[in-house]
């Protein structure tokens, strides 16, 4: 959604301020940055420690339906940003099968990992739409039971209720995710998975959810998260 122009790039301005004067970033994907260096030596270090992550994710990181997510997608590298996946490794994904990796790994291994996934697709960080989100959570509740949940549980539980789309329900989940990289996914889908694009601007698009309607759904999601 296109809000006046005016207004955004001083929104824009007044965060990039603030970021500047606290020093730090906002949280676990909040930024799309890339903070990990991607050498070929830590890409060879990754590739090897991968071997332990192979049997959900598959060999190459291609995913296995119902079992593990596929990392390998260009949609959904340019939409994740380092500091999200470096968390998603640490503290994996309470309540599935993703354990926490940090008591296994070290800083630097877990950094080998996320360069390694990086070698797996040279895409440009996507340019996320951070705008406040205003959604009608009832909409998004009618949205989220019509269309997503045939694919991520009713309860958005993923894998335990239907092995087919992960468990974007749950807290886990959602607390590791800003509202640009939910709205970026959702409309350009997860490439080369089962997860199409709703944008009514996707070529491929199963649905015509508008910015609007995927705001909704993401409100519903924030609101319902367990
Ligand atoms: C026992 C199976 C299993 C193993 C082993 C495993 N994972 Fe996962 N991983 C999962 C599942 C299941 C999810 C998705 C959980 C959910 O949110 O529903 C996941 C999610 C992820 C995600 C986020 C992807 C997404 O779609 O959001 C990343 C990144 C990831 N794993 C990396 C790793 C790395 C690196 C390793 C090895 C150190 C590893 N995983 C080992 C099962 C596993
Ligand atoms: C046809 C099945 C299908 C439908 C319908 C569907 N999804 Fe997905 N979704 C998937 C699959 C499959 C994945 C990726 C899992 C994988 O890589 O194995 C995914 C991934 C995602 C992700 C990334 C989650 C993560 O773990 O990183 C988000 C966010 C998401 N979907 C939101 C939605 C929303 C919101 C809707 C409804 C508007 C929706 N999906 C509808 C199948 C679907």
Redesign the pocket.
Known sequence: MRMAAGNSGTRRALILMAAALSGACSGPGAENTRSVEVSTRAVATGKV??A??A???GSDAQGRIG?????ASES?LAAASDSF?LH??REG?AG????A?KD??DDGQIEA?VAY?RSLHDVEPADLDESPLRGDVANGEEIFRSICSGCHGRAGA??QETANG???G?R??LDSVSDGFIRYVVAHGKTQTAMRGFSEQSKTAVANLSQQEIDDTIAYLRESSW
């Open positions: 420690l991968f332990t992550c049997a959900c994710h079992v593990g997510p596929r990392i959904y996946l998603t490794i994904r599935t099968t993703m354990v990796w296994r790994f990992l996934l993923g894998y992960t468990g974007i749950r886990a989940f």
